[in-house]
Antibody, heavy 121, light 111 residues
Framework: EVQLVESGGGLVKPGGSLRLSCAAS????????MSWVRQAPGEGLEWVGR??????????DYTAPVKGRFTISRDDSKNTLYLEMNSLKTEDTAVYYC????????????WGRGTLVTVSS | QSALTQPRSVSGSPGQSVTISCTGT?????????VSWYQQHPDKAPKLMLY???KRPSGVPDRFSGSKSGNTASLTISGLQAEDEADYYC???????????FGTGTRVTVL
């Protein structure tokens, strides 16, 4: 079955750190471009960042509000995508979705169920 | 980069058609043919409904159609059904610095 399963969410204090994981199955993860999208409670969707496949350069890109604080990495041997979040702020509170992203057409076709990150003192 | 502008809500009776607009700028919607639409039911993950403005992924009913004119993209749901009641978000590529921007979201209510 083709699926993405996120884990690692939870409650963290402002200034703290958290690492999310996304386990992929049912497709060739190493060839996939992957992304994280978040949704604050009761709010809309926000693109967080993207990881290109290693064959396409393996680079990462981020939205401005998280640049320098968040890092996306991948372990193709474990079919897993990661999101390392540092210097967390209350405005980072959201459900974080792992998605596949089309190489050039910029659409998100496969989504995980999401994991909730709450940043609060 | 500001979110794309969508109406807060639209509604229609079963069998009717509704259209959701998604307004951006020449830097996003107007500059690229990379507009996609997502359906989200309460407490569920979003689902891709359209990509490249008007293409449907396998399994999406042909009741869903898309178009674009200038800086505004549109999603039309024809023959509205009860299961279409959900939130809908547009998304556009916005260049190699901003990358992607989502719309503000539209709640579709089936009366």
């Amino acid at each position: 079955e083709v699926q993405l399963v996120e884990s690692g969410g939870g409650l963290v204090k402002p200034g703290g750190s958290l690492r999310l994981s996304c386990a992929a199955s049912g497709f060739t993860f190493s060839n996939a471009w992957m992304s994280w999208v978040r949704q604050a409670p009761g709010e809309g969707l926000e693109w967080v960042g993207r990881s290109k496949s290693k064959t396409d350069g393996g680079t990462t890109d981020y939205t401005a509000p998280v640049k320098g604080r968040f890092t996306i990495s991948r372990d193709d041997s474990k079919n897993t995508l990661y999101l390392e979040m540092n210097s967390l702020k209350t405005e980072d509170t959201a459900v974080y979705y792992c998605t596949t992203v089309a190489r050039w057409n910029w659409y998100f076709d496969l989504w995980g169920r999401g994991t909730l990150v709450t940043v609060s003192s | 980069q500001s979110a794309l502008t969508q109406p807060r809500s639209v509604s229609g009776s079963p069998g009717q058609s509704v259209t959701i607009s998604c307004t951006g700028t020449s830097s996003d919607v107007g500059g690229y043919a990379y507009v996609s639409w997502y359906q989200q039911h309460p407490d569920k993950a979003p689902k891709l409904m359209l990509y490249d403005v008007s293409k449907r992924p396998s399994g999406v009913p042909d009741r869903f159609s898309g178009s674009k004119s200038g800086n505004t993209a549109s999603l039309t749901i024809s023959g509205l059904q009860a299961e279409d009641e959900a939130d809908y978000y547009c998304c556009s590529y916005a260049g190699s610095y901003t990358f992607g921007v989502f719309g503000t979201g539209t709640r579709v209510t089936v009366l």
